[in-house]
């Protein structure tokens, strides 16, 4: 019987799919303290979140031209759209949530995202999740009760729009993987752009200021660093599975705790670490059964049984 390779996670391309995660945890942090600025600076979170897509499309552009017609070419335009729609909901949740709480909040509660995705894939998609996996869930969950703690402290509203903003990712994921069938990475992220520039244009019409000189170079900063966390993540996957990668966006909890300490000398208390912690291990854990599940030939009966 062949032993399976303990070293399997350390291939070239894992060890590709992790750089390119640390690289998009950090950025997703990176753009959390952009964003705060951009907001310091008098700019609303939806206004910041309209001109991230219209640069982040600018940006994605010249890739497009490389890569030619075939970039734009998909038989999924409605699902797009919805994409789109869910993305906008889940982008301006997140933006306004995070100039609200502290920076490491932000960074645990978005690990709920993938678990909200687990759930909508058993009543979406029709998934099949045993015993161990609805226990991670739980405890993923439990985990988010241990950072909000719900009765005993009184809920900020920047918590909820940000688990909000998770739950709405967690149905980006449920869109992305019925896309990735089809469409290439490039054109799930330019099409996600083409239709985040007008749905986030209407809500910023309502808060509407024009930036300033610095508040434009900001602004181009958020969106080149944004999108540029979408591609690594996006490649991020297709170099390896979930369970190898996904620890290593555990760093996003600690790029946030240390960005938010030492810009806005914020601590992040008891409850923040131990829910992101177990909130990340259940997320790690589902991932790790979910490439298991995959990988185990299905066992077909004979005709003796």
């Not at 906008?88 to 678990?115: H, K, Q």
């Not at 985990?143 to 940000?162: D, F, K, M, N, S």
């Not at 979408?230 to 946030?256: E, S």
């Amino acid at each position: 019987m062949a032993l399976e390779r303990p070293a399997a996670a350390l291939t070239p391309n894992a060890l590709k799919g992790m750089g390119l995660m640390a690289v998009a945890a950090f950025n997703v942090a990176l753009v959390t303290l952009l964003v705060r600025e951009a907001a310091a600076l008098g700019l609303h979170p939806f206004v910041v979140a309209f001109f991230r897509n219209v640069f982040g499309v600018m940006l994605l552009l010249p890739l497009a031209w490389r890569a030619g017609p075939q970039s734009f070419r998909t038989p999924n335009l409605p699902l797009h759209g919805l994409r789109g729609a869910l993305q906008t909901i889940a982008m301006l949740g997140w933006f306004y949530g995070l100039t609200l709480i502290p920076m490491a909040t932000v960074a645990a509660l978005s690990f709920t995202a993938p678990l909200f995705a687990t759930v909508l894939a058993i009543l979406v998609l029709g998934e099949v999740v045993g015993l161990r996996r609805w226990l991670a869930l739980g405890l993923g969950f439990l985990g988010t009760l241990i950072i909000l703690r719900p009765g005993a402290e009184v809920i900020e509203p920047g918590a909820l729009y940000v688990l909000a903003s998770a739950f709405a990712w967690g149905s980006v994921m449920i869109v992305v993987k019925i896309l990735g069938r089809t469409d290439s990475s490039l054109t799930m992220t330019l099409y996600g752009g083409f239709f985040l520039v007008p749905f986030t244009f209407v809500p910023a019409l309502f808060v509407w200021s024009w930036p300033t000189l610095e508040g434009f170079l900001l602004l181009v900063l958020i969106g080149a660093v944004a999108s540029t966390s979408q591609l690594c993540i996006a490649q991020a996957f297709k170099h390896a599975d979930a369970a190898v990668i996904l620890p290593v966006d555990f760093t996003k909890l600690l790029w946030g705790a240390l960005i938010g300490y030492l810009v806005y000398a914020e601590i992040p208390d008891w409850g923040t670490w131990l829910g992101g912690a177990i909130i990340f291990t259940s997320v790690v854990y589902v991932a790790y059964r979910e490439r298991k599940r995959r990988r185990t030939p299905v066992v077909r009966p004979t005709a003796d049984g």
